[in-house]
């Protein structure tokens, strides 16, 4: 085991023997084990500057340019967000688009062989399906395209 010990301020050779003693015996520290114990006096360091409210409020204009950063990081937030609506928004109609391309198509197939309600329900299933299963409903849309 081995154990250093710093003491604040200046104290004589026989002080620091006394402490090493001491911290020796309540340790059990036996140096024919391989114990090793070191204590030394060394000032500390007090005179520490402690910032009033007033220096803080003084650096925080001194340094502007934190502000701007953050305002400038917001700034490229809000920008991403918007972009990544206006893309979605982009999607969702293209998919509306091609709900509507798939009516227009099944209406044209089903316009003489069903009565109108058959058509409005033929209607609403697919575009049920489109909202619920849109990877499948656009292969089926290819599909229908290939066939022709």
């Known amino acids: 085991m081995s154990v250093s010990i710093w003491i604040d301020g200046e104290l004589s050779r026989t002080d620091l023997d006394a402490v090493e003693a001491s911290v020796a015996g309540a340790l059990g520290i036996k140096p024919e084990r391989g114990d090793y114990i070191s204590v030394a006096s ?3 360091q007090s005179d520490f500057g402690f910032v ?3 220096e ?3 650096m925080g204009y001194e340094l502007p340019w934190i502000y701007f950063v953050a305002i400038g990081l917001l700034v490229l937030i ?3 967000v918007l972009v990544r609506h206006i893309r979605l928004e982009k999607s969702r109609s293209q998919l509306d ?3 509507e391309v798939a009516a227009a198509v099944d209406d044209a197939a089903v316009e003489h062989s069903l009565p109108e309600q058959e058509k409005v329900d033929v209607l609403q299933r697919l575009r049920q399906y489109s909202a619920d299963r849109p990877k499948d409903f656009a292969q089926m849309i290819r599909s229908w395209l290939l066939d022709d």
């Open 42 to 44: 060394v000032p500390f």
């Open 52 to 54: 009033s409210s007033d």
């Open 78 to 80: 809000l920008l991403l």
């Open 97 to 99: 688009q091609g709900v």
């Open 56 to 58: 803080i409020v003084a």
